[in-house]
Nanobody, 120 residues
Framework: QVQLVESGGGLVQSGGSLRLSCTAS????????MGWFRQAPGKEREFVAR????????YYADSVKGRFTISRENNKNTVYLQMNSLKPEDTAVYYC?????????????WGQGTQVTVSS
């Protein structure tokens, strides 16, 4: 079992930045590809970004490419999502997920989510 805990959400103005963190505990010896999803009110959960165990491979949804950066520190069991140039349409609950080898197939481990609200 793996437990995922997100932090770093909040309220920010359009054009601002936030950094989300996801810390894993439990069976952290497994070398998971990890990632982020988000769910806006009234919408389905959607893929945002993922990163390989080594950090050498990343993949982003078109809607965030060039604005968001995913990274990880394996010695801290933590994955980050740096979000820049935020837009009101980025408002959502952001969830950490693992393992995430395929962006279309979420893994079985989810965090509780962290709210990101971008005001116009």
């Amino acid at each position: 079992q793996v437990q995922l805990v997100e932090s770093g959400g909040g309220l920010v103005q359009s054009g601002g930045s936030l950094r989300l963190s996801c810390t894993a505990s439990g069976r952290t010896s497994s070398r998971y590809t990890m990632g982020w999803f988000r769910q806006a009110p009234g919408k389905e959960r959607e893929f945002v970004a993922r990163i390989s165990w080594s950090g050498s491979s990343t993949y982003y949804a078109d809607s965030v490419k060039g604005r968001f950066t995913i990274s990880r520190e394996n010695n801290k069991n933590t994955v980050y999502l740096q979000m820049n140039s935020l837009k009101p349409e980025d408002t959502a609950v952001y969830y950490c997920n693992a393992p995430l080898s395929d962006p279309t197939i979420p893994g079985s481990y989810w965090g509780q989510g962290t709210q990101v609200t971008v005001s116009s």
